[in-house]
T-cell receptor
Framework: KQEVTQIPAALSVPEGENLVLNCSFT??????LQWFRQDPGKGLTSLLL?????REQTSGRLNASLDKSSGRSTLYIAASQPGDSATYLC????????FGAGTRLTVKP | EAQVTQNPRYLITVTGKKLTVTCSQN?????MSWYRQDPGLGLRQIYY???????DKGDVPEGYKVSRKEKRNFPLILESPSPNQTSLYFC???????????FGSGTRLTVV
C-alpha cells in the first residue's frame, strides 16, 4: 500500500525567503503526482501536476520536481509572500490517489 | 467554468437522520471519488467510481453509500449518521490516472 510522507509538518519563514517542501512515497510505480494548496477550512486548489514521464513543472514562483526512482518530489517556492501561507498537500496517483499529511506553511511579513 | 460542485457547504444534523451530499462535475470525467478530512488523519478515501454504475470501496467506507447513475453525479449517502462521521468531506473528479484531480469546495458535516 502506497504511503506518502511530507516533511516538514510545519514551516515558518520570513517574507522573501525561498523554501522547499518535501514529499516522499514508497511505491515508485505511479502515474503522476499532484501538489495542492489548502487554506484553513477550505477546498483543495491544484498547484502543479507532474506526470510520471516528466521531471519537473513550473508555474510562476512555484517549481515542482519528481524523482520516481527515489520516490521523492519537492515543491520549491521562490520569494515567499504572506499570501503563500497555507497547507501544502502532495498526492500520489497510482491506481488510487493518496495524500501526505501536508506541510503547514506560515510566511511572516 | 470547469468545476466540481458539492452541496450543501455546511450541514448540521442529528444522529440517525439520513442525509445525502451531492456532487456534480461538468467536465465529462469518468472517475469520481469521495474523501473525508479529519485533523491528524489527513484525507482518506471513502468510495470511488471508475464510470457509470461502477463503484468501489476506499479506505473508510463503513457507514456510507454511493451511487453513480449518471456520469456527472456521484452522491454520498449517510443512511444513519453518527457523531464519528462529523468531518470535512470532499468530492473529486478526474479524466483518468494520467490526469490531475479537481476537487469540490467541501462539505462540513456535523452530526450531533
Amino acid at each position: 500500500k502506497q504511503e506518502v510522507t511530507q516533511i516538514p509538518a510545519a514551516l515558518s519563514v520570513p517574507e522573501g525567503e525561498n523554501l522547499v517542501l518535501n514529499c516522499s512515497f514508497t511505491d515508485s510505480a505511479i502515474y503522476n503526482l499532484q501538489w495542492f494548496r489548502q487554506d484553513p477550512g477550505k477546498g483543495l486548489t491544484s498547484l502543479l501536476l507532474i506526470q510520471s514521464s516528466q521531471r519537473e513543472q513550473t508555474s510562476g514562483r512555484l517549481n515542482a520536481s519528481l524523482d520516481k526512482s527515489s520516490g521523492r518530489s519537492t515543491l520549491y517556492i521562490a520569494a515567499s509572500q504572506p499570501g503563500d501561507s497555507a497547507t501544502y498537500l502532495c498526492a500520489v496517483i497510482d491506481n488510487d490517489m493518496r495524500f501526505g499529511a501536508g506541510t503547514r506553511l506560515t510566511v511572516k511579513p | 467554468e470547469a468545476q466540481v460542485t458539492q452541496n450543501p457547504r455546511y450541514l448540521i444534523t442529528v444522529t440517525g437522520k439520513k442525509l445525502t451530499v451531492t456532487c456534480s462535475q461538468n467536465m465529462n470525467h469518468e472517475y469520481m471519488s469521495w474523501y473525508r478530512q479529519d485533523p491528524g488523519l489527513g484525507l482518506r478515501q471513502i468510495y470511488y467510481s471508475m464510470n457509470v454504475e461502477v463503484t468501489d470501496k476506499g479506505d473508510v467506507p463503513e457507514g456510507y453509500k454511493v451511487s453513480r447513475k449518471e456520469k456527472r453525479n456521484f452522491p454520498l449517502i449517510l443512511e444513519s449518521p453518527s457523531p464519528n462521521q462529523t468531518s470535512l468531506y470532499f468530492c473529486a473528479s478526474s479524466d483518468g490516472q494520467y490526469y490531475g484531480y479537481t476537487f469540490g469546495s467541501g462539505t462540513r458535516l456535523t452530526v450531533v
